[in-house]
């Protein structure tokens, strides 16, 4: 368990893809279509990193994630908005 | 193929009356009934090219442009649309009949036709390529369609892009709707037009229909291609602008202006990324119609 995390409450620190997603890449990012809840949402940039991150690794630990998108040449500055910001749009989810 | 114009007045007011009347709109048949006079003189001024029938047939919508309820009548002359004997709108007065079945028909596209993607957006077509020109209400789509149309551009449509399962648009030519300053902007444009009455304090103003060219009526069967999509936006006094859009802005601003993405799911979305992905798309700012035509000329020979 992390230090931060009270006792009794789970880990959510590693991040999986939503499942289900479909993922077509287009000039200026990638649409990203959730079957589910029939919403479209444009990703570029860092949060297109993390999702093709996510896709080609699978379920990662956060600090996995940040390595792998500052692989892929993408600055990790905004990790966490960005993180929170897929998360809202349900692309993305802690386990 | 008989049309609109070639029926006598009488032929058309008992086809009208007794149910026998279809009208063709491109792969539609719609059957027509009314019994309204200034319904029926607009809808012969501005369907006059329409290939129509008087003898029955098939038919895909069955809609009526009739009195309503006797006791509507007391208080006022109403027009009711009917469609497959449903009233879907309240009625309004019969000086707006022509306005009414147009809206009426836009409402039965948007919500029955759903083999077709269909986003709020004109389609034309200059030199064999099709052009959607998206916008949302009051950006000038409209008035731009009707100007060139009235230019020599090839009219599918002034307000329901239909992409088929193929990727291409069908055709729907029938009356552009133009309102309040931009009726007299077309009438002095282009003196010869063909606009039919006038519906005054309409809930969009003052609406009149320009009917469209005898030729983009006989290519009603023909699909176009699409090959630009077009955001144009009039802003008085303002110099032309024109910039690109990536296919993905592009894709979610046709979302917002779509009517049925959410009704097809997954199938509208790859029909959408399929569309986007075929095409350019830009974004054009104007205050003269003279430009944006130049502007869009220039695209469809630079992009298209």
């Given at each position: 368990m992390s230090s931060g995390i009270p006792a009794?409450?789970?880990?959510?620190?590693r991040v999986a893809l939503a499942e289900a997603l479909l993922f077509e890449e287009v000039e200026d990012g990638a649409l990203i279509f959730d079957p589910n809840s029939g919403a479209t949402t444009l990703a570029s940039g860092l949060g297109l990193a993390m999702i093709k991150s996510l896709r080609s690794l699978g379920t990662l630990d956060e600090s996995a994630l940040r390595a792998a998108v500052q692989g892929m040449?993408?600055?990790?500055?905004?990790f966490t908005d960005t993180l929170v910001s897929l998360e809202k749009s349900q692309l993305i989810f802690r386990c | 193929m008989l049309t609109l114009s070639s029926c006598t007045s009488e032929q058309l007011h008992r086809a009208l009356r007794d149910g026998s009347f279809r009208l063709y709109l491109g792969q539609l048949a719609l059957k027509v009934s009314s019994d309204i006079p200034e319904f029926i003189a607009a809808f012969r001024q501005l369907y006059g090219d329409h290939p129509v029938a008087l003898g029955g047939g098939e038919y895909d919508f069955d809609i009526a442009i009739s009195a309503p309820?006797?006791?509507?009548r007391w208080f006022r002359r109403n027009a009711s649309f009917e469609f497959s004997g449903d009233t879907p709108f309240l009625p309004m007065e019969v000086g707006h009949a022509h306005a009414l079945f147009e809206w009426g028909l836009n409402w039965a596209i948007a919500s029955f036709l759903h083999h077709c993607l269909i986003l709020h957006s004109a389609v034309l077509e200059w030199r064999g390529k099709g052009v959607l020109l998206s916008?949302?209400?009051?950006?000038?789509k409209s008035t731009l369609s009707a100007e060139l149309s009235e230019q020599g551009w090839r009219l599918l449509s002034d307000e329901l892009a239909l992409l088929d399962s193929d990727l291409k648009l069908i055709p729907l030519a029938r009356p552009v709707s133009l309102k309040n300053t931009s009726i007299d902007v077309i009438r002095r444009r282009h003196p010869t037009a063909v606009i039919g009455p006038l519906a005054l304090d309409t809930h969009k103003g003052t609406v009149a229909h320009l009917k469209v060219s005898a030729d983009a009526v006989g290519s009603n069967l023909v699909p176009a291609i699409p090959k630009l999509i077009v955001f144009p936006k009039w802003v008085e006094g303002a110099p032309l602008r024109v910039e690109p859009v990536g296919a993905g802005q592009a894709a979610l601003r046709l979302i917002d202006q779509a009517f049925n993405y959410s009704t097809l799911g997954t199938e509208g979305f790859r029909r959408l990324v399929a569309l986007v992905r075929m095409t350019e798309a830009w974004q054009i700012e104007y205050s003269s119609l003279d430009e944006a035509r130049d502007a869009l000329e220039t695209l469809v020979a630079e992009h298209g």
């Open positions: 009794g409450r789970p880990d959510l620190s040449g993408e600055v990790a500055e905004n | 309820a006797l006791w509507r916008a949302v209400s009051g950006s000038g």
